[in-house]
Each structure stands twice: as C-alpha cells, then as structure tokens.
C-alpha cells in the first residue's frame, strides 16, 4: 500500500490540539483503526473518512484541477 504525507499532518494536527485518538473517533465518528491507518498515511481508506477526520480538526482539503479550478472538500 502507498503512503502519503497527509497521514503526518493529520496525526501532528491531532497531537498539537492534544485529542487522542479515542477522542477523534467521539468528533468524527471514525474508529480509530482507520484513524491510525489515516496516520500511517495509508490510502486504503474512504474518501469520507477521511474528509470527516479533517474536518473534525479543522484541516481544509482542496483539489486542483489541470484547468486551474479549486474546490474544497468537506463532509
């Protein structure tokens, strides 16, 4: 499975704001196995997944396309 650099922005975001995993699940209602796989910046997990850990931190997610159009994403 390929990594990615946004499992290390999600786990530094949750460190900095001092949440737990556990605590994570309780904002985002995402268990904290796919947390963790989140956080080890794997990409086997949703895209809604995903978008409801970042929202629940506060992380803003956009994508660029080759028109140069941006959209953010949220749950």
Do not use: W
Not at 40 to 67: E, K, W
Request: proline share 4%; glycine share 6%; net charge positive.
């Amino acid at each position: 499975m390929k990594k990615n650099p946004l499992g290390h922005l999600i786990k530094s975001t949750r460190k900095a704001q001092k949440i737990s995993q556990f605590e994570l699940r309780d904002l985002s209602g995402i268990s904290p196995s796919v947390i963790y796989k989140l956080e080890q910046g794997r990409t086997d997990v949703t895209l809604s997944s995903l978008l409801a850990v970042a929202d629940s931190l506060g992380i803003r997610v956009t994508c660029n396309s080759p028109l140069g159009e941006e959209i953010e994403l949220h749950e």
